[in-house]
């Protein structure tokens, strides 16, 4: 499964503009008075601007060479703290074999950068934002877990290792085999590394360039083929 496009909804354009592109350095791909949409390696990840009143809250994260972890600690540190846990600013994941950091954005979604033992090294002295290699998970926060759980496994999207649905937390959704997920989860859970609870948020996804899958503003979700 690839993760092709991500759309978030902001309140401060202007400021996710400055962060994302001209302090950590990625790729405009288009601009409109209100919205952009970055590079993220193979993914694209595009913002949008919302009313003030709109509650939203999202995780996601960049798979980075398996090979550049510190150099990209390093990288991000400069302009953005990292998220500390019990005073550790990393963490393992011994299951997955693979290493990440978390920071927030401007607009405090929770960030996180993840080295997987399957990800591609490449051969580099430092980090840039042109290493990142794209987008390796995104959450899906609704009401109907288990409705939408469904509805994605007919879709070919599996809960990793064909484990079964929890509706009282977080589900990874995709091939145990791949780089990316869907984080299904339910509103009220609070992210690893921070102490945001996961909200309800209006989002746009595309799977394989192809598989659209949307949360309405009123938290309803659907997809279109």
């Not at 694209?44 to 809250?57: M, R, S």
């Not at 998220?83 to 299951?95: I, P, T, Y």
């Not at 926060?141 to 409705?147: G, K, M, R």
């Not at 085999?177 to 102490?195: C, M, N």
């Amino acid at each position: 499964m690839k993760i092709s496009k991500v759309t978030l909804y902001v309140h401060d354009l202007s400021r996710m503009e400055n962060f994302y592109c001209s302090k950590l350095g990625f790729k405009m791909l288009q601009k409109t008075p209100t919205s952009f949409a970055i590079k993220i390696g193979e993914s694209i990840l595009a913002f949008e601007e919302t009313h003030p009143e709109e509650q939203k809250q999202y995780h996601f994260a960049f798979n980075i060479p398996s090979n550049l972890f510190q150099e990209a600690k390093n990288w991000l540190g400069a302009d953005a703290p990292l998220l500390k846990d019990n005073g550790q600013d990393e963490v393992n994941f011994e299951r997955i074999d693979a290493h990440s950091f978390y920071f927030y954005d401007p607009e405090e979604n929770v960030v996180e950068l993840i080295a997987r033992s399957i990800n591609p090294e490449i051969d580099a002295d430092s980090f840039t934002a042109e290493a990142i290699q794209s987008i390796g998970e995104i959450n899906l926060t609704v009401d109907d877990l288990l409705n939408v759980g469904e509805q994605l496994k007919t879709l070919g999207i599996p809960v990793r290792n064909n484990e079964r649905l929890v509706e009282t937390s977080l589900n990874f959704m995709g091939d145990s085999r791949g780089d990316a997920y869907l984080l299904l989860g339910p509103k009220k859970r609070k992210w690893y590394f921070s102490e945001k609870d996961a909200v309800v948020s209006r989002i746009q996804i595309i799977i394989d360039d192809k598989l659209q899958l949307n949360i309405e503003e009123d938290g309803k979700f659907h997809y279109k083929k």
